[in-house]
């Protein structure tokens, strides 16, 4: 699917990876939110959280990083990586949400 046919698809039901998957990473705004049920919708420009601007992979590995609860030697079982390796994404995706202090 182009950039083309998902501006012009009405549906509701439209994959959040595949509209992450469209962005390619650029930033983008949310223009329009629509209350499900109630029809009620509200216009403006929404920045989506950060975490939502993360690629699919990204948000996968913070969610089992916080099913977790934080704990390197369950990410090392649930990914088959090894320590230095989780830390590195996780410093990775740390510094991609600026949640890092600049030294």
Do not use: C
């Amino acid at each position: 699917m182009n950039r083309e046919q998902v501006a012009e698809r009405k549906e509701p039901n439209v994959d959040w990876q595949e509209l992450t998957d469209l962005t390619r990473g650029q930033p983008f705004v949310v223009e329009r939110v629509r209350l499900a049920g109630s029809g009620v919708a509200i216009e403006g420009e929404f920045e989506p959280p950060q975490l939502a601007r993360l690629g699919i992979d990204d948000q996968v590995f913070v969610a089992a990083f916080v099913r977790s609860h934080g704990s390197i030697k369950e990410m090392e079982r649930t990914f088959g990586v090894s320590y230095p390796t989780i830390k590195s994404r996780l410093k990775r995706i740390a510094e991609s949400l600026d949640f890092v202090a600049d030294a």
